[in-house]
């Protein structure tokens, strides 16, 4: 049984549909020689060529870094309305014990006025 939350993971998620093509279109147009012409074996040609193409992803693809939520897997909309039900529940039982207390001990404000 766990007490305690676990460090949230981050997720890096890149913005295929906001990507910058004309850049990416220079880009691979000016590194196409390095991967295609120089004739060596076909793995040192795939590994120039995953290498560029990440290069560019990373330049010209937007990308954005998504939170893993804190909660745990099994907590979904229900739960999460049982939980602020709950939680209105004790505010407002709270609020009223303390709005109780401050009737109780309300000090007179008129003796406190100060005359000239």
Known sequence: MKFFREPKGETIVPFYHKTYIFGLQAFLRDKFNVWAGNGSYVEVIW?????????????????????????????????????????????????????????????NPSPLVLTL
């Open 47 to 107: 590994k120039n060529f995953k290498d560029i193409i990440l290069d560019g992803i990373k330049c010209y693809v937007p990308q954005t870094i998504l939170n893993k939520s804190p909660y745990p897997e099994y907590y979904n909309k229900e739960i999460k309305y049982l939980n602020v039900k709950v939680m209105k529940m004790y505010y407002s039982v709270a609020n009223a014990i303390i709005r109780k207390f401050n009737q109780q001990n309300q000090v």
